[in-house]
């Protein structure tokens, strides 16, 4: 693997403070009417995103690849803020990879599945979201449903979001199922699929590594 390569790593939202409160959005938690989660029913997506990214983390580390988190442990600090922090050690440190690391929601409730985003048009991005979703497909095969978006030959989804626009270097964004689903919510919460998810993150990293 390339050595003058990061990983510039962002769980999305805010998390939970020294005092146990959430601090984010009220449309970034869900309370399920059973079940645990993160507390009393409650699933909130930046502790969900967090889990994961620092597992991501400590296996890059444990394999010697560099690796920055740009989000905080638990403050909701601004998307300017976490591009910046990227983009400053992309130009000054080494060169890299951004994944943003997310759950969704729909407004039904219903919805299921796993989603990679990248911006509107052919860019490196697409070759990573693509890495990316065969390794999930390899490591969770039937136990989670896929959303592709096949209308331009890729599975990626496309969309402007802020962190993967304006950032200097490739970057997806994934949307690991959906929090506010009690079926795709308990899969959030098992520490097996996290594993799983992560590593397959992992693998993303050192393949798009050879081909960025």
Not at 63 to 90: G, Q, T
């Amino acid at each position: 693997m390339k050595t003058d390569f990061c990983v510039f790593l962002d769980a999305g939202h805010g998390g939970l403070d020294k005092t146990g409160k959430y601090v984010t959005a009220p449309s970034k938690q869900f309370k399920h009417d059973k079940g645990e989660f993160h507390g009393d029913g409650w699933f909130y997506e930046g502790v969900f995103n967090r889990i994961l990214t620092n597992r991501v983390a400590a296996k890059l580390t444990n394999l010697s690849v560099p690796n920055i988190i740009v989000s905080h442990e638990y403050l909701d600090i601004s998307l300017h803020y976490r591009v910046d922090l990227a983009n400053w050690y992309h130009k000054n440190y080494k060169k890299g990879l951004f994944i943003s690391n997310h759950a969704n929601a729909s407004s039904s409730g219903r919805a299921r599945g796993f989603e990679v985003y990248t911006t509107r048009g052919k860019t490196k991005s697409d070759e990573v979201a693509t890495l990316h979703y065969k390794n999930v497909q390899d490591l969770l095969g039937d136990r989670i449903k896929y959303r592709p978006e096949r209308s331009d030959g890729d599975v990626d989804r496309e969309a402007n979001f802020f962190v993967i626009k304006n950032t200097a270097m490739p970057a997806i964004l994934v949307e690991h199922l959906f929090f506010d689903n009690f079926d795709d919510a308990s899969l959030l919460v098992d520490d097996e699929i996290i594993e799983r998810f992560a590593e397959a993150q992992v693998r993303t990293v050192i393949e798009a590594a050879e081909v960025l």
